[in-house]
C-alpha cells in the first residue's frame, strides 16, 4: 500500500514513538504530588517549553487539548466568548475546516478567489462591518494551510488588518505545523490550533497556543483545574510526549526572538518567507523533496486529464487537489485503494459521505467540488511512491471515463 | 522491625486511584496501531482507513461488553471528564432546546471535582444546581434523593465510585428512585468500571462516564455511554467532522481507543480473581499497620467499598509530613487533581471529618500490580514515618 494520505493522519515519526513509548512506562498522574505524579508532570512541561518554543508562543499559553478539533472549538469558545456579555462577531474563512465551521455556524464568512486565497478587501470591509453593526469587535478564524488543498492563507496580513481593528484572529495551524515553519507571535495571530498525528505524532493529542495577551481564558471541558483552570482532565502524558517530539523534528523556528521595532517589518516579509521555506523544509529529513514528488504526480495526473485546484497559490509541498472532469471522486479513490494507492476525496473527517467539498464550492469549481481528489505525500514518501501512482492514476482516468463515454453518448 | 522488608528499587506506587500503569498487554495491542497500521479510522475510502475502523470498532464492542451496552450505544472521548462534561451538560442543554420544564439538576457533596463543576455552571444557563450531602460512611440516603426529588428534576448524576474513598453507591437503587421521578440519571463510573460489575440495562442508567487510564489502559480516552432505548439525547460540547454520531467530533485517536478496548476485555476477563487479590492485600496492610499503630482509622464504609481503596486517618503526623518521610511510596491526600491544593478535602469534609484530621488523612490504592512486598513496604513505611522514625530504619532493617 502507497500511503498518499498524510493530510488525514501523518505516518508516526520514529522520535515521536520512542518519546511516547518512554513516556508510557511513566505511571504517574502528572497532577499528583509524588515521585511518580512529579515524573509525569516534568515529561508534560518539558513537552509544553518544546512546543511553545516551537510555534512562537509561551509555556504558559500553551493549553494541552485532546486534539485540534478541541482546540478549534476552545478557542471560538473562549475567544469568541460564546454567548456571554463579552461575546465577539465571528468571521470565518469559507474554507476552514469542520470543526471550525461547526464551533460558530452563524459567523459571517470571509470568501475566497478561485485558488482558495481569503479576500484580504473583503475582510477589511466585514471588519468595518462588524465595527458598524456590532459595538464589540470581531473574532476572525483562518485557515493557515487548507486540508484539502494545501493553499495558504495570507496570515500575517490578516493578523494585521484584525488587529488594526481591535479584531482578534484565530489561526488553525494543523495542516501547517510540521510542514512549514509556524510561529505565533511572527504571525501576528492571537491564537493557533495545533494537531499531534497531523505532525507525525499520536493521535489523542493537541493543543491551543495563545497569545499573552489573551490566554487567560475559560475552558471548555470543566475539570479538576488542570492546564491552569482552562482545560480539565488527566493529560494524555504518552500523547503529548509523542507530540513535542515529533513537532521538535527537523523544523529550525522560522524567526528568533526580536524586539517590537523589527516585528513589524519581519511580520510583513513572513508569508512570501513561508512560501519559500515551504519547499525546503524536507532537505532536513534526506528524504526526496516533498514539493518534486508533488509536482510530478501534478504531470502525471495532468497528462491523464486532471485539473489541479488551487495550483497557483502558494500551497504546502505535499498536497495537491486533483479533479478529473465528469468522475465522481469517491469512484476514483475506490479504483486507486485497489490498485493500493491511499488517498481520499477531501476531508477525512467527512469521508463516506456523499456531499461534495465545501472548500472547492467555495473556489467557485461548481461541479468540480464533487470530482476531486486529495493526495497528501506523507513525511516518508519516496519516489516509489511516485512510480506506483503514475502507474495506477492513468489506469483508473481511463477506465472510469470509458465507464462515463455511453452515458455522455 | 525485623519484620520491615528491604528497600525497593523502585518508588512503591499505591496510588491506583489518580492513575494506573498501562498494562503491557495493552501496550502490546496497541503498538501496531501507532507505527504500521497508522491509518486515521475515518478514512473509509482506502483499506488502512477501514483497518483502523473495524480494530476501534472492535474496541467498542469491549467496551460495550464490559458494563452491559450495545457497541453503539457507547461514545469515545478523550476521559472521563469529557464525559462527565458531555453528558450533564449535554443533557441540560437538550433540554433547554426542547422546551423541557424540568430545571433542577442533583448531584453529591462528594463527585469529581469535574461533575461539581459542570453542574454549578449550569447556574447560569438557568438551571438550579443541588448538591446532596451523605452519611459519615461516605452513602447517599436514598430517601435524601426521594425528598430533593420532590421538585421536577431534569437529572440526577450520583458516581458509582469515589475517588477518595472507594464508597461504592447503590446505583440500581439510586436510579430507580430518580427514574421514577421522570429524571435522567448520569453515573461517573471512572472509579467502578472493572473494579465491579457494572450493568447499564440491569441499573437503568441513561448515562455513564469511564475512563481509560484507571483501568491500566492508557492515558487520553475515555467513554461515555449513551443509552439508545429510551434514547436520551444530548448537544454535543463541541462539533466538526461529525464522528461518534455527531456526539464528539474529532480523528478517533484509534490506538488509544484500541488499547482502551483491551483493557475493558482484560478487566471483564480478570475482574472476579483480582478483585479478591487485591482485597487479601489490602486486608494484608491494614492488619499490619493496625498491628503498629492501632489507633489509624479507616473513614467511611468498609462494607461498600472497592476492594483496593483505604482512606486513613492517622493519629498524630499530616499526611503531607508522612508524604515527605516517605519518598519511596507512592500514596496521596486525595484526589490527584487536586494534590497540590492546601484545603481540607471536600469529600472527607463531606464526611464530617474536621479539617485537623482531613489534614492527617491519607489515600491508598492497591492495583493490579501490587504485590504483597510492596505493601509490607508501605505497612512498615508509613508506621515508620509516624513514629518519627527517619527511612533509613526502615531500609536497613
Known amino acids: 500500500m502507497h500511503y498518499l494520505d498524510a493530510n488525514a493522519t501523518e505516518p508516526l515519526r520514529p522520535t515521536a514513538r520512542a518519546a511516547m513509548l518512554a513516556a508510557l512506562e511513566v505511571t504517574g498522574n502528572p497532577s499528583s504530588v509524588h515521585g511518580a505524579g512529579r515524573a509525569a508532570r516534568r515529561v508534560v512541561e518539558s513537552a509544553r517549553v518544546t512546543l511553545a518554543a516551537q510555534f512562537g508562543g509561551r509555556p504558559e499559553d500553551l493549553v494541552f487539548t485532546s486534539g485540534a478539533t478541541e482546540a478549534n472549538a476552545l478557542a471560538i469558545h473562549a475567544l469568541g466568548a460564546g454567548d456571554g456579555p463579552r461575546r465577539r462577531r465571528v468571521i470565518l474563512g469559507a474554507t476552514e475546516h469542520d470543526s471550525v465551521r461547526a464551533a460558530a455556524p452563524d459567523a459571517a464568512v470571509l470568501q475566497v478567489d478561485r485558488q482558495g486565497v481569503a479576500d484580504l478587501e473583503a475582510l477589511a470591509e466585514l471588519l468595518s462591518d462588524a465595527l458598524a453593526n456590532d459595538p464589540g469587535p470581531a473574532l476572525v478564524c483562518l485557515i493557515l494551510a487548507n486540508n484539502e488543498t494545501g493553499t495558504l492563507q495570507p496570515i500575517t496580513e490578516a493578523a494585521k488588518l484584525c488587529r488594526h481593528r481591535g479584531a482578534w484572529l484565530h489561526v488553525d495551524a494543523v495542516q501547517a505545523a510540521g510542514r512549514i515553519p509556524v510561529d505565533l507571535a511572527a504571525l501576528g495571530a492571537h491564537s493557533l490550533a495545533l494537531s499531534s498525528h497531523k505532525l507525525g505524532g499520536p493521535m489523542g493529542a493537541g493543543a491551543l497556543l495563545l497569545a499573552p495577551e489573551v490566554s487567560a481564558i475559560t475552558a471548555l471541558i470543566r475539570g479538576g483545574g488542570q492546564e491552569r483552570g482552562r482545560r480539565g482532565g488527566t493529560p494524555p502524558v504518552p500523547a503529548i510526549a509523542g507530540f513535542a517530539a515529533a513537532a521538535a523534528f527537523g523544523l529550525p523556528r522560522l524567526t528568533e526572538p526580536r524586539d517590537a521595532e523589527t516585528q513589524h517589518d519581519a511580520a510583513t516579509s513572513c508569508d512570501a518567507e513561508i512560501a519559500h521555506n515551504a519547499a525546503t523544509i524536507r532537505d532536513a529529513d534526506s528524504l526526496p523533496d516533498a514539493a518534486t514528488l508533488r509536482d510530478a504526480i501534478e504531470r502525471i495526473a495532468v497528462n491523464a486529464g486532471a485539473l489541479v485546484c488551487g495550483g497557483a497559490a502558494p500551497r504546502l509541498a505535499n498536497t495537491t487537489c486533483l479533479a478529473l472532469p465528469g468522475v465522481r471522486a469517491d469512484a476514483q479513490v475506490i479504483a486507486l485503494d485497489l490498485d493500493g494507492i491511499a488517498v481520499s476525496a477531501g476531508a477525512a473527517c467527512s469521508s463516506g459521505k456523499v456531499t461534495s467539498s465545501h472548500v472547492l464550492a467555495a473556489m467557485g469549481l461548481g461541479a468540480l467540488a464533487g470530482e476531486a481528489i486529495r493526495v497528501s505525500l506523507p513525511w516518508n514518501a519516496t519516489a516509489a511512491d511516485v512510480d506506483a501512482f503514475a502507474a495506477a492514476y492513468p489506469r483508473m482516468a481511463a477506465r472510469l471515463r470509458a465507464a462515463l463515454a455511453p452515458r455522455a453518448a | 522491625m525485623n519484620r520491615v522488608p528491604p528497600r525497593p528499587n523502585r518508588p512503591v506506587y499505591l496510588d491506583n486511584q489518580a492513575t494506573t500503569r498501562c498494562d503491557p498487554r495493552v501496550l502490546a495491542v496497541m503498538l501496531p496501531w501507532f507505527s ?288 515527605a518521610r516517605t519518598p519511596d511510596l507512592c500514596v496521596s491526600t486525595g484526589s490527584a487533581c487536586s494534590s497540590a491544593e492546601v484545603e481540607p478535602s471536600y469529600v472527607l469534609t463531606a464526611l464530617g471529618l474536621p479539617p485537623d484530621e482531613a489534614a492527617r488523612t491519607l489515600r491508598i490504592g492497591i492495583g493490579r500490580f501490587t504485590s504483597a512486598a510492596d505493601v509490607d513496604f508501605a505497612a512498615a513505611a508509613l508506621a515508620a514515618a509516624h513514629a518519627g522514625r527517619p527511612m533509613h530504619a526502615v531500609t536497613q532493617a
Open chain 2, 36 to 323: 504500521e497500521q497508522y491509518g486515521n479510522p475515518h478514512s473509509v475510502e482506502h483499506v488502512m482507513g477501514t483497518a483502523a475502523e473495524t480494530a476501534a470498532e472492535e474496541a467498542r464492542a469491549h467496551v460495550a461488553a464490559l458494563i452491559g451496552a450495545e457497541p453503539r450505544e457507547v461514545v469515545f472521548t478523550s476521559g472521563a471528564t469529557e464525559s462527565n462534561n458531555i453528558a450533564i451538560k449535554g443533557a441540560a442543554r437538550h433540554a433547554l432546546r426542547s422546551g423541557s420544564d424540568r430545571r433542577r439538576i442533583i448531584t453529591v457533596a462528594t463527585e469529581h471535582k469535574c461533575v461539581m463543576e459542570s453542574v454549578a455552571d449550569l447556574k447560569a444557563d438557568g438551571f438550579e444546581p443541588m448538591f446532596l450531602p451523605v452519611r459519615p460512611d461516605g452513602l447517599l440516603d436514598p430517601e435524601t434523593l426521594r425528598d430533593a426529588l420532590a421538585v421536577p428534576t431534569l437529572l440526577v448524576s450520583i458516581m458509582t465510585v469515589n475517588n477518595e474513598t472507594g464508597v461504592v453507591q447503590d446505583i440500581p437503587a439510586l436510579a430507580a428512585i430518580a427514574k421514577a421521578a421522570g429524571a435522567l440519571f448520569h453515573t461517573d463510573a471512572a472509579q467502578g468500571v472493572g473494579k465491579v460489575p457494572i450493568d447499564v440495562t440491569a441499573w437503568k442508567v441513561d448515562l455513564l462516564s469511564l475512563s481509560s487510564h484507571k483501568i491500566y489502559g492508557p492515558k487520553g480516552v475515555g467513554a461515555l455511554f449513551v443509552r439508545r432505548r429510551p434514547r436520551v439525547r444530548l448537544v454535543p460540547l463541541f462539533s466538526g467532522g461529525g464522528q461518534e454520531r455527531g456526539l464528539r467530533s474529532g480523528t478517533l485517536p484509534a490506538p488509544l481507543v484500541i488499547g482502551l478496548g483491551e483493557a475493558c476485555r482484560l478487566a471483564q476477563a480478570e475482574m472476579a480473581d483480582e478483585a479478591k487479590r487485591i482485597a487479601d492485600l489490602r486486608t494484608r496492610l491494614l492488619d499490619r499497620l493496625h498491628t503498629e499503630l492501632p489507633e489509624v482509622r479507616v473513614n467511611a464504609t468498609m462494607t461498600a467499598r472497592i476492594p483496593g481503596n483505604l482512606n486513613l486517618t492517622f493519629p498524630t503526623v499530616t499526611a503531607a509530613e508522612l508524604m
